[in-house]
């Protein structure tokens, strides 16, 4: 079996994923004309010359803009179904998802709009195709702790519907120090806990995150390398790194897929995964990650299977479903007699 046959066979989680990051250029341009909203593109083609940008700070400028159009819950629906569809079509089998509730309270639309659309959406996909999902909540970095705090109480009517609490945005000037008490609360009401950090921060950002905030797991974390005794430490307590190579090259953390770490990171022994982060602004789904990976570093089907492993074992799941699903893949390999 090819390992591009592989890559799209294998049952396979994504554990970094801003459902807001999977706004497709069609759904932005129908909502527009759904709502009347005035935007400064006249086609669906504008939009996608937009979807080019040079840096982190650039691409999240678009990203909040797009964000506006999604204004009532039928809105919400769609865009998580649209997610889903697309996890169907990769073969993604369990999903963890971060949202970002201050990126629609700012502007008006309330827990009470986007819940019910999200749930909803997940509610068919479990029903229908058995996929599971859990959601993360996540806090925009660059407003204040204050902010967080707030709307980590407003979720208060949804806690059972969330199963961690993230931190993402604007990495630079936004340490995870400055979060400290609101993780510390959503710890207390039971919440896993992850946090963007190492993406275009400093190793010091991560050190922080797993010494300050106490995170379960951290998003991107590609920048460890840099410090051995840091990258000691991730490795032997375990803590994974969701790790998203289209959207490093797409942001300038890396100028080449050839220059990806991920692959030193796993023969390092770190518990690394491949996720897609925002896959319409970053050019692909989860599976055009892995191909993107085994085009520019020669990914082989053992590293692959371990990638894919690894994200279950990163996950949320049950012990029992992680290791259901790391037999399922086993047993894929088993019966394609891919080489291991
Ligand atoms: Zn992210």
């Given at each position: 079996?090819?390992i591009?046959?592989?890559?799209?066979a294998?049952?396979?989680?994504?554990?970094?994923?801003?459902i807001?990051g999977?706004?497709?250029p069609?759904?932005m341009?129908?909502?527009?004309?759904?709502?009347?909203?005035?935007m400064?593109?006249?086609?669906?083609?504008?939009?996608?010359q937009?979807?080019?940008?040079?840096?982190?700070?650039?691409f999240?400028?678009?990203?909040y803009?797009?964000?506006?159009?999604?204004?009532?819950?039928?809105?919400?629906?769609?865009?998580?179904?649209?997610?889903?569809?697309?996890?169907?079509r990769?073969?993604?089998?369990?999903?963890?998802?971060?949202?970002?509730?201050?990126?629609?309270?700012?502007?008006?639309?309330?827990?009470?709009?986007?819940?019910?659309g999200?749930?909803?959406?997940?509610?068919?996909?479990?029903?229908?195709?058995?996929?599971s999902?859990?959601?993360?909540?996540?806090?925009?970095?660059?407003?204040?702790?204050?902010a967080?705090?707030?709307?980590?109480?407003?979720?208060?009517?949804?806690?059972?519907?969330?199963h961690?609490?993230?931190l993402?945005?604007?990495?630079?000037?936004?340490?995870?120090?400055?979060?400290?008490?609101?993780?510390?609360?959503?710890?207390?009401?039971?919440?896993?806990?992850?946090?963007?950090?190492?993406?275009?921060?400093?190793?010091e950002?991560?050190?922080?995150a797993?010494?300050?905030?106490?995170?379960?797991r951290?998003?991107?974390?590609?920048?460890?390398?840099?410090?051995?005794?840091?990258?000691s430490?991730?490795?032997?307590?375990?803590?994974?790194?969701?790790v998203?190579?289209?959207?490093?090259?797409?942001?300038?953390?890396?100028?080449?897929m050839?220059e990806?770490?991920?692959v030193?990171l796993?023969?390092?022994?770190?518990?690394?995964?491949?996720?897609?982060?925002?896959?319409?602004?970053?050019?692909?789904?989860?599976?055009?990650?892995?191909i993107?990976?085994?085009?520019?570093?020669?990914?082989?089907?053992?590293q692959?299977?371990?990638l894919?492993?690894?994200?279950?074992?990163?996950?949320f799941?049950?012990?029992?479903?992680?290791?259901?699903?790391?037999?399922?893949?086993?047993?894929?390999?088993?019966?394609?007699?891919?080489?291991?």
């Open positions: 079996m090819s591009i046959t592989l890559i799209k294998l049952p396979k989680a994504e554990l970094h994923l801003h807001e999977s706004l497709s069609i759904l341009w129908n909502l527009a004309q759904k709502h009347r909203i005035s400064p593109y006249n086609s669906v083609e504008e939009i996608e937009a979807y080019q940008f040079s840096d982190l700070q650039s999240l400028d678009l990203y803009a797009g964000a506006d159009v999604l204004r009532d819950e039928d809105d919400f629906y769609r865009l998580m179904k649209d997610y889903l569809d697309a996890c169907d990769d073969n993604i089998v369990h999903a963890e998802i971060m949202f970002d509730p201050q990126t629609h309270t700012n502007r008006g639309v309330g827990f009470d709009v986007f819940m019910p999200f749930l909803r959406a997940i509610r068919d996909v479990q029903e229908n195709r058995g996929m999902v859990k959601l993360i909540m996540s806090f925009l970095r660059h407003l204040t702790e204050a967080a705090i707030e709307t980590l109480k407003n979720a208060e009517p949804w806690y059972d519907n969330i961690a609490v993230g993402d945005s604007s990495e630079l000037d936004h340490p995870p120090e400055k979060f400290e008490r609101v993780f510390s609360m959503a710890r207390e009401a039971g919440f896993k806990l992850v946090a963007h950090a190492g993406e275009e921060g400093p190793p950002y991560i050190w922080q797993i010494n300050l905030l106490n995170v379960d951290i998003d991107h974390g590609v920048r460890c390398q840099e410090d051995a005794e840091l990258m430490l991730i490795k032997h307590r375990k803590i994974p790194l969701t998203c190579p289209l959207s490093n090259l797409k942001l300038c953390v890396i100028e080449d050839t990806h770490n991920i030193d796993l023969n390092a022994g770190l518990m690394v995964t491949v996720n897609s982060d925002d896959p319409t602004y970053f050019g692909g789904f989860l599976n055009d990650n892995f993107a990976l085994h085009n520019a570093l020669g990914l082989t089907h053992s692959c299977a371990q894919v492993k690894n994200s279950f074992a990163a996950s799941l049950t012990d029992e479903e992680k290791r259901t699903w790391c037999n399922a893949v086993d047993k894929l390999l088993e019966q394609t007699g891919s080489p291991v």
